[in-house]
């Protein structure tokens, strides 16, 4: 070894210290692992504390004892379900309470997964609608080749639904927002859905304002179209967000498989499921909903076991770590956390409120997010993405946005509240807030003209 010259030379003494750590090619020799350890997570050291990252949904904190257990199942297969049985047991285990928890009709007939994240259960279960009506097309004799099929959504759909259409040549249908909610408009919905739709996704938690989809009125306007044609409308929940918040926080909404025409759920165990991230979860309320052709067949212990997911190898270390969370939780204390974040959340919007300056989109009451413009008589000289700036220098991280084009690009800043955001950092975050504020009227140099409007940070 002659990158090592011996064992008194301190770590930044070494030859690998000197050289840079990020590399185009494979080194020659190998390096130390202590180095190799140091210098690689010293490499990451001017990067945002993800505690402070305020723009993102995904979890940031879990317990040692969890992040152990994950940490020593890594090597575990997801997809080796005979090698690790208890492991795919586990993940049923998973399956069977985010059905239950949903309020499947029939614990019997459901089908599920883990998944990657939203993304990969977004993709199945669009899929699942599009063979699905391909299927019943055929039957009823529809001229497939007329037109795309469609899918109708809410302009504030996340980006994995555009990638599903592009991948899968669908047509999508956007919805404008209503104004007033910052949801889907639900009096326009039906003049989108024809004979090609494969059916309508409703977000629980629209990415840009935390805001809800009204589900229980796209379930009537389904019920009555269903009631007069052959062809079904069916929907898919996009809860990535909200699918395991709500029902610890609202459970009387009725948003999910209570309504009859909900075939399929999916969410982001990374997101309010409090899981790091790399995991989430589809469940469909009735095997009818998941075309036969989607179901692939693993062996399991000398037999076979159905699975659906789009990927094949990955660790089950997040698969465990999502169990655990529901083992050591249970009911009660997803609700205690869920109802802690969102008292903070509510607090947050509450100061933000009170200086008197900006228009409150989202005050934390459905989803423990801050969503709120610059009021437009606002008396000040600086916009959001000096707020930014300036939030950043006390390390935290907040993204400024315009909303879709039918809300008509207006700017606006979001706090993601998570669960490991105590009351203690809230009080730190106002606080700093509050400065920040002052610092801007105090100033003089703006780096941000007034009227540009583009993406500040992370927004997903
Ligand atoms: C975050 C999000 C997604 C994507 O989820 P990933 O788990 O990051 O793949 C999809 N839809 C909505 C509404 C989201 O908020």
């Not at 024809?194 to 840009?208: F, K």
């Not at 169990?323 to 869920?338: A, L, P, S, T």
């Amino acid at each position: 070894m002659t990158n090592q010259t011996d064992f008194t030379t301190p770590i930044f003494g070494t030859e690998a210290s000197s050289e840079d750590v990020v590399m185009s090619r494979l080194r020659k020799e190998s390096v130390e692992p202590e180095v190799a350890y140091r210098l690689i997570k010293d490499q990451l050291i001017d990067e945002g504390n993800a505690r402070q990252n305020l723009a993102t949904f995904c979890q940031t904190y879990m317990d040692p004892e969890v992040t152990q257990l994950m940490s020593e199942t890594m090597e575990k297969n997801a997809i080796d379900k005979s090698e690790y049985p208890q492991t795919a047991e586990l993940e049923t285990g998973c399956v069977n309470i985010l059905a239950d928890l949903w309020n499947a009709p029939n614990s019997e007939r459901i089908m599920g997964t883990s998944t990657v994240g939203s993304s990969e259960a977004c993709m199945l279960g669009g899929m699942a609608m599009k063979f699905r009506w391909r299927n019943q097309a055929i039957k009823r004799g529809l001229d497939l080749n007329a037109q795309k099929p469609n899918l109708i959504i809410s302009s504030g759909y996340q980006v994995c639904w555009e990638k599903f259409c592009v991948y899968w040549d669908i047509e999508m249908r956007e919805v404008p927002m209503d104004n007033g909610k910052l949801s889907m408009n639900i009096d326009k919905v039906m003049d989108y859905v024809d004979d090609y739709t494969i059916g309508v996704v409703g977000i629980l938690g629209i990415t840009y304002t935390g805001k809800f989809d009204d589900i229980k009125a796209l379930d009537e306007l389904a019920e009555a179209y269903n009631q007069t044609h052959e062809h079904e409308l069916v929907i898919h929940i996009d809860g990535a967000s909200g699918a395991m918040f709500v029902p610890f926080v609202d459970p009387e909404l009725a948003w999910d498989f209570r309504l009859k025409n909900v075939v399929s759920i999916n969410t982001s165990g990374h997101k309010y499921g409090l899981v790091y991230p790399g995991v989430g979860w589809i469940i469909w309320r009735d095997k009818e909903y998941l075309p036969e052709e989607l179901v692939f067949d693993v062996s399991y212990l000398g037999g076979h076991m159905p699975t659906m997911a789009i990927n094949f190898s990955r660790s089950a270390s997040q698969i465990i770590g999502q169990y655990y969370n529901f083992y050591r939780y249970g009911f009660d204390g997803y609700k205690e956390i869920q109802e802690r974040t969102k008292a903070g959340a509510v607090c947050i919007a509450k100061a933000v409120e009170e200086t008197g300056l900006f228009d409150i989109y989202n005050d934390g009451a459905n989803l423990p997010i801050v969503c709120y413009a610059l009021k437009e008589d606002a008396d000040v000289e600086w916009t959001l993405y000096d707020l930014a700036d300036r939030l950043l220098m006390r390390g935290w991280q907040v993204p400024a946005y315009p909303l879709p084009d039918d809300l008509d690009n207006q700017v606006i800043q979001r706090f993601v509240c998570r669960a490991d955001l105590g009351q203690n950092m809230a009080t730190a975050l106002i606080r700093d807030f509050q400065q920040c504020i002052e610092e801007l009227n105090n100033a003089r140099i703006l780096c941000h003209e007034k009227q540009e409007a583009h993406v500040h940070g992370f927004t997903h």
